[in-house]
């Protein structure tokens, strides 16, 4: 026979008195309409102004196109358009009557803050052109390059839409390589590149450098081996891990790691057999950008432990038996990465479980669970 003795726990009484500098309206809920209609004001206001401020913040390109554009230009703009937002600039459509300059037409429309470059669609002849505009606000002078729509077609606009944003990238940084700011130019003329639109031009020109390895969303699967007392053994379980994180390093991560078996318990009075499960709710910092990552975690889950018994002695019955438990776990462990997207990863754990399980077959005690227990792993991660 199986048991397993657990310490006795008193139970919990749920409740408390209300406290009684808590004004009675409250404890009766009236003014539950107030303090809802409170919050949906303040999501309201966050919903309708949090948009207009995070585009304030961007880089402003304006696009210019004739007031009566044809279905070829509508459609090289708003695809132009798509790859700019995609770029994350804030894109400001100026509509150009017929005869008028691009350039007037996009200073007469008074833009404020100025855009650091313009696009503008024009027609040759009887085909579409884009010339991109970048102006140099510490020199004044503007870069102007044209790209030309040969026939109409969808991969042709959609090629001419990417070479557009390309050739504003080309020409930003055309810009930034110019010699530094000569003496006496303005000191608000040290931003005409913003630091986002920086960015954006650099990682056409610098290999990308290494993030976090659990800075993006990642998925985990390992082999793992829980050990808990001599006699109890090893028990051999799978394990499968999701996480997500952030630049820094910090991660959330959940850990499922089971079903683990063992190998089956002797004793005089008959045998057992344990089954072992794991789940974790854990926090992980992984901060390194190296190859070899060191890993640490602490968590928190619950654990599972199913017992069935089989009695050779006839003074005792096999039963099955289960025990839940609160588990608390901390862990260390390296990755070696073999790309950017992939690691090998290897880790050690410990963990206690509260209360613990004592597993015996008759009168004779097998071992205890979870005072503490470890387990480790070996598998593979990959981030998207």
């Known amino acids: 026979m199986a048991m397993m003795r657990v310490p006795h726990r008193r139970p919990t009484t749920l409740g408390s008195p209300t406290p009684s500098g808590v004004p009675q309206r409250l404890r009766r809920g009236t003014s ?21 401020i995070a585009l304030a913040e961007r880089a402003r390109v304006a696009l210019a196109q004739p007031a009566d554009s044809d279905e070829v230009q509508a459609e090289v703009a708003t695809r132009i358009r798509a790859e700019l937002e995609t770029a994350q600039f804030e894109v400001v459509v100026v509509t150009l009557e017929a005869g008028v300059d691009p350039r007037q037409g996009v200073e007469m429309a008074g833009i404020e803050p100025r855009p650091i470059a313009t696009v503008a669609i024009v027609r040759l002849q009887n085909r579409p052109a ?11 002078k503007t870069l102007v390059k044209r790209l030309d729509v040969a026939r109409r077609d969808a991969q042709v606009t959609s090629a001419l839409a990417i070479h557009a944003v390309e050739l504003l990238r080309a020409s930003l940084l055309e810009l930034r390589t110019q010699p530094a700011l000569r003496e006496g130019a303005p000191a608000e003329a040290a931003a005409a590149v913003p ?36 006699r109890v053994g090893v028990a051999f379980a799978p394990a499968l891990r999701v996480s997500i994180g952030t630049a820094s390093g910090f991660a959330g991560r959940i850990s ?17 057999s344990l089954r072992q499960e794991l789940a974790l709710a854990e926090i992980v910092y992984a901060p390194s950008r190296r190859w070899l990552v060191p ?15 089989d009695a050779t002695d006839p003074r005792y019955r096999g039963v099955p038996s289960d025990v839940w438990a609160l588990v608390a776990d901390v862990g260390v462990g390296v990755a070696a990465r073999l790309g950017s997207n992939a690691a090998v990863t290897l880790d050690l754990h410990g963990f206690v479980t509260q ?16 005072r503490p227990s470890l387990f480790t792993s070996f598998g593979l991660l990959a981030a998207f």
């Open 256 to 272: 499922i790691v089971g079903p683990g078996f063992g190998s089956e318990q002797q004793a005089t009075s008959g045998s057992a």
């Open 32 to 52: 539950t309409s107030k303090v809802c209609a409170a919050w949906v004001a303040l999501a309201f206001a966050l919903a309708l102004f949090a948009p207009s």
């Open 130 to 140: 884009v010339d991109v505009w970048v102006s140099d606000r510490v020199t004044g």
């Open 355 to 370: 209360p613990a399980a004592t597993v015996a077959i008759g009168n004779t005690t097998v071992g205890t669970i979870g």
């Open 295 to 309: 890993i640490a975690s602490a968590g928190i889950g619950g654990y599972h432990l199913r017992v069935k018994g």
């Open 195 to 230: 630091k986002e639109v920086g960015e954006w031009i650099d990682r056409a020109i610098l290999p990308e450098a290494p993030k976090a390895l659990l800075g993006r969303p990642a998925l985990g699967v390992a082999a793992a081996a829980i050990y808990s007392a001599p």
